[in-house]
């Protein structure tokens, strides 16, 4: 049985760090502008949550 680490690594990589569509890259949602002010967001990749319109905001225009 042989194996090519190189392939394996290539299969294993999850889908939110490859290339992406370009046509959406400068895709923004509207919702995104209609936040309530006491909106929260919590994740399994962050250590707490975000509170608050900006924040939330901050935090999901970085993630995109």
């Not at 290539?10 to 502008?33: C, M, S």
């Not at 909106?39 to 924040?55: F, I, K, N, P």
């Amino acid at each position: 049985m042989s194996s090519n680490a190189d392939t394996r690594a290539e299969e294993a990589t999850p889908t939110y760090l490859r290339g992406g569509d370009p046509a959406l890259a400068d895709y923004y949602p509207v919702w995104l502008d209609n936040l309530a002010d006491d909106v929260t967001l919590e994740g399994s990749m962050m250590d707490g949550a975000v509170q608050g319109a900006e924040a939330v905001r901050a935090a999901l225009v970085a993630i995109r």
